[in-house]
């Protein structure tokens, strides 16, 4: 889905409220950066390092933000399960140093 429209957003629910996050392919971006407003993080990818990410065996990327470290991975499908379609079939894209 990212690799297709540059963007993925999911809303998490707590008690005491809600934190929204997404990662955008973002043009204007020569590093992997993160923002943080209205209760939403958002990740920004330059589209060079998403394409890269989405078509290579690498499974994740990182990013330090003053004392907070941010990793995104891949999201593979379970092998015992239903099917995601979103994800990334188990197996594909593994790189045996995990990242």
């Not at 934190?19 to 958002?42: C, H, M, Q, W």
């Not at 690498?58 to 004392?67: F, K």
């Not at 995104?72 to 979103?86: L, M, N």
Request: some cysteine.
């Amino acid at each position: 889905m990212f690799e297709e429209t540059g963007h993925l957003e999911e809303l998490v629910t707590f008690p005491s409220g809600s934190l929204r996050y997404a990662l955008e392919r973002s043009p204007a971006s020569e590093k992997i950066t993160a923002d943080f407003v209205n209760g939403s993080l958002t990740i920004l990818v330059p589209v060079a390092a998403a394409r890269h990410w989405t078509t290579s065996a690498d499974v994740g990327m990182d990013i330090c933000y003053q004392r907070l470290d941010i990793l995104i991975e891949k999201d593979f499908q379970c092998a015992h399960g239903p099917v995601d379609q979103d994800a990334f079939p188990p197996g594909e894209n593994e790189n045996p140093n995990g990242r």
